[in-house]
């Protein structure tokens, strides 16, 4: 059974803080990871993607791996309201045309 | 360019009922997928299409759920009949094959089904 595994929150930071999103995965195989947010009503868009060990930035956005923990995280620096979503961690099975399972979501809110 | 268009955004229907949603992938797009959302069970994969045939269906519930994409521009996802237990989100997404970023799914806005 492959599963993703994360908190379903709510997690709630103060604008300005570092917010952190973790997800685990069961199949040690597993070759890529995204990060994806999805507003209240809205469709998930791809914010992040992660493929090699360590730590990958993107603006206010650290996507983090480790493959011998089956550990994935995402940092949001200056947290912002407008962050305040569903932040969905997804794993890739089958190989570089393989499909996205989806974790089922933990929900961040950022206070003013 | 457009997104993936979805229709109909909302539909509210009878138990019994048959359902068609339907679906335009991004031109150009290879793969097209058929997902469901509920707050139980998060974004479930139901079905996937490479090229226009049904590549992987076990994530198709029941016998009364079933897709189809007779042309690279069209799909769709019928249930027939309809219940309750069916209501939730329905989404599709395309993406490209072989590109350097091959998980990134564009998904249309959504088609919320409300089953009485």
């Known amino acids: 059974q492959k599963e993703v595994e994360q908190n379903s929150g709510p997690l709630s930071v103060p604008e300005g803080a570092i917010a952190s999103l973790n997800c685990t995965y069961s199949?040690?195989?597993?070759?890529?990871f995204f990060w994806y947010r999805q507003y209240s009503g809205k469709s998930p868009e791809l914010i992040m993607f992660?493929?090699?060990?360590g730590d990958k930035e993107d603006g206010r956005f650290t996507a983090q791996l480790n493959k011998a923990s089956q550990y994935v995280s995402l940092l949001i620096r200056d947290s912002q309201p407008s962050d305040s979503a569903t932040y969905l961690c997804a794993v890739r099975y089958g190989g570089s045309q393989g499909n996205l399972i989806f974790g089922k979501g933990t929900k961040l809110s950022v206070k003013p | 360019d457009a997104g993936v268009i979805q229709s109909p955004r909302h539909e509210v229907t009878e138990m019994g009922q048959e359902v068609t949603l339907r679906c335009k992938p991004i031109?150009?797009?290879?793969?097209l997928f058929w997902y469901r959302q509920t707050m139980m069970r998060g974004l479930e994969l139901l079905i996937y299409?490479?090229?226009?045939?049904?590549?992987?269906d076990s994530g198709m519930p029941e016998d009364r759920f079933s897709a189809k994409m007779p042309n690279a521009s069209f799909s769709t996802l019928k249930i027939q009949p309809s219940e309750p237990r069916d209501s939730a989100v329905y989404f599709c997404?395309?993406?490209?094959?072989?590109?350097?970023?091959?998980?990134?799914?564009?998904f249309g806005e959504g088609s919320r089904l409300t089953v009485l």
């Open positions: 299409f490479n090229n226009n045939v049904p590549i992987d």
């Open positions: 199949d040690r195989g597993s070759q890529s």
């Open positions: 992660i493929y090699s060990n």
């Open positions: 031109s150009g797009h290879d793969y």
């Open positions: 997404a395309s993406r490209l094959a072989g590109g350097p970023n091959t998980g990134e799914l564009f």
